[in-house]
Each structure stands twice: as C-alpha cells, then as structure tokens.
C-alpha cells in the first residue's frame, strides 16, 4: 500500500502524462479482410487529431466504440504505442475481427404473451461497407407468421444513421376484434441524431387484407373487411436525459401521416406521446424505485387540416378515418393492468372492440427488492417486488382543445391497482400481478391473479 507521499506523486505523474502534448503520426488496423478502408477510416481519423494525452486515449476509446456498434466485427482491441521517430509522437493500433460472413440460424423469440420459432439468414458486410441481408422467417404458438426480407447499411458510415429497405408480410388474427388480417409491406427507413435526440424518418406501403374470423360475423365485423392500401410517412423522435443524479426522463413522440398526398384508402394523421420518469435516489440504501409512466395518443381526419392545405391533399372523396388495425386499442397486462385485452374502450356487436381515435393511460410502480432467500443468488436485482396502479381511457370522438372535451376525456376512465413479482431482463419482463379494479366504466375488469410476459409494458 502506498503512502500519502506516494499517492501524491504518482497522482502528479500521472497528472503530467495526461496534460503531455501529443503527435499522433499513425492509425495502424490489422485483421482486416472484407471491410472497405473509407469505413474504417471515416470511423477512426479523428484520432489524428488528437492535443494530448488524455485526448488521445478519450479519442481511441470512442474509435473502439464507434467501431463496435457498427456490428461487424467479433472483437475490437485498441492500443496505444509510443513512436520513436517523431518527438511525442504516438500511434494507435486496432486489432480486429469480422464477423462471418454468413450468419443465422434457428432460435425462440419472447413477444407480448406469446413465444414463437424464428430462423434467419444473414449475408453480413459483403460490399465491405458495413451492408447486411437478412432474410427471416417466424411462426407463433397462436398462429402468427411474419416473413422479411431486409437491406441495411450505415449511411456516410455511422452507426447512428442507419438506412433500411424492408419488405415483409405478416399475418395474425385479433381475437378480441373478431377479425384477421394479412399484411404485405414495403418500408424505406432513414435514422439520425440531433440534438433532441435519435430520430427515424420512413415510408412505408402497406396493401392489408382484414377478413372476419368466424362464418357468420356480425354486420360491424363486415364493414371493417376487405383490402386496403395504406400509404403512410412516419416520424419518431427518442429522448432521454438524466435531470438529477438517481432521476432519469424518457420521452418519445410519434407522428404518422397516411394518405394526404401519398395515395392509398385513407387520409388522417395518428400522434402518440410516450413519457416514464424513474425515480433511483432510494435503491441503494432502501432497495426502492419508484417509475412513473404515460401515454397519450391521436388521430385527426385530414378534414382537421387548414382549408388551402386540404383542398391539395384530401380528395373530395377520401375515407377519412382509419381501418380497425390502425385505430387505437386499449386494455390488458401490457398497458391497463386489471382488464381484459382490449376491452377498454368502445365495443360493437357481441362485445368485440372497435377501437377508437383517441386514449390515454397512465401508470404509477415502486419496486423493491425481495427479502433475502435463495432467489438472491440465482436472479440478482432481475427479481423484485412490484406495486402499482394505472387508469386509462379510449374514445371514438376525435381530440378537441375544448374544457368538456378534456373534462369527460380525464374523468372517464377504468382503473385498478395491485402487487406482484416481476423478473426484469432489461429488454423484456415477467409479471405476476394480483389484481383489484378500482373503476371500471367501458373495460371488463379481471380481478385476480394474472400473468404476462412481454418487452413492452406501461
């Protein structure tokens, strides 16, 4: 153990080493055998660049960074190597590996409450310039098929600004609407950063088939059947910003455009805010977090649009409103816990839901740890003890700024508490929740014991 006196040395040491002007003379990369040199240098010639010392090892340990994410390489080694030839000068080293060239195979997925059989194919970096082929195939335990084919690559060679061509059909039935539907798409996807945050631009065409999913549906299950073409432009901006140590924000804002001069059967606009805030100062010391979580959502007809905007882009004889698929659904484990999927919110013949132009829901959690026992050592912090309450509401009736509007929209609405275990793995969750409705207006509530798994969950 070194002494005071010691410790203050090698901390002036190191304080020198770290303010020592530098001349980064080189950029060496080895193991390199398919990936184009523009990439690797477009990811890595800032480091020439670099002032100082502790500059120069904060600009390799980005290198490292940027050149993981593009998701081509096995292993990415950086190092830092003294040159002899120039007066400070250094130089880095990355060693590196590629992935294969062919990769893929069988596999199980994990989606909301149901499981399914997955294989892909995938022809990784083969113009040298970070590109991937991915052909993917999937079947479901309730009879979900989606089949994809998809074509990505790194816009101007960063990771952040992937560009995708998809193509990709999928059908599933909706029980609790009482219909099916088969869907055959094609998406052209942009992503980028700015300062507010990542964003994805895309286009996507989408030719739907809705049929009943019983031999005799009822008159409102009829109406909702055929094929449709949706032509829609879609923006999605993801926030998020830590506001005080042990408190972090999370926000995502969607907006979706169909028809309005992009063709196709309808013409409206669908907005949808998703806000959770999580609350950590008390899980060191208490083992508590607390989480709080909304969501609000819309859709306008294009007749809400300004006349001279309207009259350019609405056809005299538009549909206006959107299919069932497109419209908003609301209840069950994964948004308002303590009713059945789907039963919040209007209803036509024999109970099926409808769907409706505009919701909101909400939720309040605290988690906390387990007492100590044998699950401590096999689940770590996954498994917790989970508390909770939400409410939400969904009506036909388009958003109006009006004080009625707001009035009935907030006061209207089904609701339910309850206490759980839940065993987190980051990108999905295991709930087992016992229920108690509070309020229940339009949903069906459940009270009881329920349980989900699923990677997304209010």
């Avoid at 994809?148 to 816009?155: D, G, I, N, T």
């Amino acid at each position: 153990m070194m002494d005071g006196e010691t410790q203050q040395m090698a901390a002036e040491l190191l304080a020198d080493l770290l303010g020592q002007k530098v001349h980064v003379t080189k950029v060496e990369v080895n193991g390199i055998k398919r990936t184009s040199d523009w990439l690797l240098s477009e990811n890595l010639k800032f480091i020439l660049d670099a002032n100082n010392f502790e500059d120069f090892v904060d600009k390799c340990n980005l290198g490292n960074g940027l050149l993981t994410a593009l998701d081509i390489f096995k292993t990415v080694e950086s190092s830092i190597h003294i040159d002899e030839t120039t007066k400070h000068g250094y130089k880095a080293r990355f060693q590196l590996e590629e992935k294969g060239l062919i990769s893929g195979g069988p596999g199980i997925q994990v989606g909301q409450n149901e499981g399914s059989l997955h294989g892909n194919l995938s022809v990784n970096n083969l113009s040298g310039f970070g590109d991937r082929f991915t052909l993917s195939s999937s079947r479901s335990y309730y009879g979900t098929k989606y089949n994809f084919f998809q074509y990505s690559f790194p816009l101007g060679a960063k990771f952040y600004q992937p560009f995708s061509f998809r193509m990709s059909q999928n059908s599933l039935d909706m029980a609790t609407c009482g219909i099916s539907q088969m869907n055959r798409d094609v998406v052209v996807q942009q992503g980028f950063l700015s300062q507010l945050g990542s964003h994805t631009l895309a286009f996507e065409s989408k030719w739907m088939h809705i049929s009943p999913l019983t031999e005799n549906p009822p008159f409102s299950t009829r109406m909702e059947s055929g094929h449709f073409l949706n032509n829609s432009l879609t923006h999605t901006l993801k926030m998020a910003k830590k506001i005080t140590r042990g408190t972090t924000a999370q926000a995502s804002i969607t907006t979706q455009a169909s028809g309005l001069g992009l063709g196709g059967s309808f013409n409206y606009i669908k907005n949808i805010l998703e806000t959770s805030i999580t609350l950590s100062q008390l899980q060191q010391t208490l083992g508590i977090q607390f989480k709080f979580s909304g969501r609000i959502g819309s859709i306008l007809s294009g007749n809400t649009l300004p006349q001279p905007i309207r009259e350019k882009l609405v056809p005299k004889d538009a549909t206006l409103n959107p299919c069932l698929p497109d419209r908003f659904l609301l209840g069950g484990v994964y948004d308002v816990r303590g009713f059945k999927l789907h039963s919040v919110g209007p209803s036509g013949d024999n109970g099926l839901a409808v769907g409706g132009h505009t919701y909101w829901a909400a939720a309040a959690h605290m988690y906390s740890r387990l007492p100590l026992g044998p699950w401590v050592g096999r689940f770590g912090n996954m498994l917790k003890l989970h508390g909770w309450i939400n409410a939400g509401n969904l009506t036909r009736s388009a958003f109006a700024p009006t004080p009625e509007f707001a009035r009935s929209f907030f006061t209207s609405c089904d609701a339910a508490c309850g206490v759980g275990i839940t065993l987190d793995f980051g990108n999905a969750a295991i709930e087992m929740n016992y229920n108690i409705p509070i309020k229940s207006t339009q949903g069906v509530a459940v009270p009881g014991l329920t349980f989900a798994l699923g990677m997304s969950f209010l």
